[in-house]
Structure formats: structure tokens, C-alpha cells
């Protein structure tokens, strides 16, 4: 009897489909993906039925209606590894700003009809739902360590993706410091992952990758007051792709409520 492949189900929740994409962007590597798994399950780039039970779900974006905040127990269930991918599942995603406003204030002034939207006053991450296996970080992911997860989990293996910050990759290319020629820069508490893309054009790191494992946010603030931030722009410079992760949301709130202490 033939060996059966490892069934492998790819989710969407509220996001811009970009992670998804970027399994699709795998090219090559994604033939010797489909030849290694089932590709059961995969609206982005196949018709098929929500069915049985998946060895491997990949999941992209947050929680953001009440619908939601139920299938999500629904596909846990469904799954014996759950793998989040990208600053959406991760985080929130960016429009977890929703977070540190009134929602309904959106609604009104997006939709004609706001009475019929029906969601959450916040948009969080799959963990804040369900037990999560894996957090693959980035806005969006990069295609190599996502290639690297799924090979992991088909070794039996731990993902072996970087801890450090983007100031390491910036070190292994060579990059002159941006924040050295006065550029606001978040590399120093950002997960590495992106290869340093922003710094590389002389651009400060925005953050994609949220941030990496023992950030020193209030260190780095202290450092861009240097440089002429206000607590406003303090603020702000955390709000951006993985606002609602703990310590961007810890140091945006700090300097706010310094803000309007001042």
C-alpha cells in the first residue's frame, strides 16, 4: 500500500493575501513541495472542499469578525500542526491599529451603510484564539524561510529561522548604519528576516518582521529622542505592520500617555 503524503491546507482570515502569494512565489521549490505533501486544501491556487483532518495548516491573516473567531477553532481542530504565517496571524497586522481607536468611527466614515458591517472592535492574532505550533513572522514572509518551515515539519525538525535583529543582516552586507547619518531605523528591535531590505537603500527598517525575540524598545526610543523625536513621533514609529505585538504596543502606549502628560 502506498505511503500516503502529509494532506497540507492553506487559510485565509483578514489580510492581503501577500503570504499566501509568496508560497505561490516559491517557484521550483514549490514542485518539490506539492511532490512532498497533499496539497489539500488552498483557495489561492486551487478549487477543493474544506474536508477531514490536515497534518500541516498554514494560516494567514487575523481575527476580525465573529465568524472568524469561530472557524478558527474549527480549522484548529481540523489540524495536527498549525504554522501562522506573517504579521497578520502573527500580530494583527496593520489594521490591528483598529486596536487604539474606536471602530465604529472607521465604519462610519468607510462604509454608506456601517448598520450592516458586522465585526470586532479589534483585529488579533491566531494565537490570541487557538494554540499555535509556529509563528512565521514578516509583511510579507520571506518565500526561504517558509520553504524552510515546511521542510521542518517534514523532517520532524524545529524551523531553523534567525533570532537575531536586522541589524545582524544589515552587518553580513555591509551596510553603513542608516541611524550613523541621522535615519530613524527599527532594525535594532526588528526580527531578521527581510535581509535587510530598507537599509540597504539607505531607508530606516520599518518593522515588517515585528519585533525579535528580546527587544530593548525603550533603549532604542531613548536613542531616536536623541535625534530629535517627539513623544508623538515616539509613538507613532511602533504603529505601523505589527502594531498590536506586546512590546511595540507597550512602547507606542508609553510615549502616549508621556504625550499627553506633556
Not at 492553506?10 to 506539492?34: M, N, P, R, T, Y
Not at 524551523?159 to 548604519?177: D, F, H, R
Not at 527587544?215 to 535625534?227: I, R, V, Y
Amino acid at each position: 500500500m502506498p505511503h500516503r503524503k502529509p494532506r497540507l491546507g492553506v487559510w485565509k482570515f483578514a489580510s492581503c493575501d501577500g503570504c499566501q502569494l509568496s508560497l505561490l512565489d516559491c517557484e521550483d521549490e514549490l514542485l518539490a513541495i506539492a511532490g512532498a505533501l497533499d496539497i489539500a486544501y488552498f483557495p489561492e491556487a486551487t478549487r477543493g472542499d474544506v474536508k477531514g483532518v490536515y497534518d500541516l495548516s498554514l494560516v494567514e491573516g487575523s481575527i476580525t469578525t465573529p465568524h472568524d473567531a469561530e472557524r478558527i477553532h474549527d480549522v484548529r481542530a481540523r489540524s495536527k500542526t498549525l504554522i501562522t504565517i506573517g504579521a497578520c496571524a502573527t500580530s494583527g497586522g496593520i489594521q490591528a491599529l483598529r486596536n487604539f481607536a474606536d471602530v465604529r468611527d472607521y465604519m462610519s466614515i468607510v462604509y454608506a451603510h456601517p448598520q450592516y458591517i458586522e465585526t470586532l472592535a479589534t483585529s488579533t492574532a491566531i494565537a490570541d484564539h487557538v494554540k499555535v505550533d509556529f509563528e512565521l513572522r514578516g509583511c510579507p514572509i520571506n518565500k526561504g524561510q517558509l520553504v524552510d518551515v515546511v521542510s521542518a515539519f517534514l523532517a520532524g525538525r524545529r524551523p531553523n529561522t534567525p533570532a537575531q535583529s536586522v541589524c545582524i543582516e544589515c552587518k553580513l552586507k555591509g551596510n553603513v548604519c542608516v541611524m550613523v547619518t541621522g535615519t530613524p531605523c527599527l532594525g535594532p528591535v526588528t526580527h531578521a528576516g527581510c535581509g535587510a531590505l530598507c537599509p540597504s537603500y539607505n531607508r530606516g527598517c520599518y518593522g515588517c518582521f515585528g519585533p525579535k525575540e528580546t527587544p530593548n524598545a525603550p533603549s532604542l526610543s531613548a536613542w531616536l529622542s536623541g535625534m530629535g523625536m517627539d513623544e508623538k513621533a515616539l509613538e507613532r514609529i511602533y504603529l505601523t505592520f505589527n502594531a498590536n505585538a506586546e512590546p511595540f504596543r507597550k512602547e507606542s502606549e508609553r510615549h502616549d500617555a508621556q504625550d499627553d502628560q506633556g
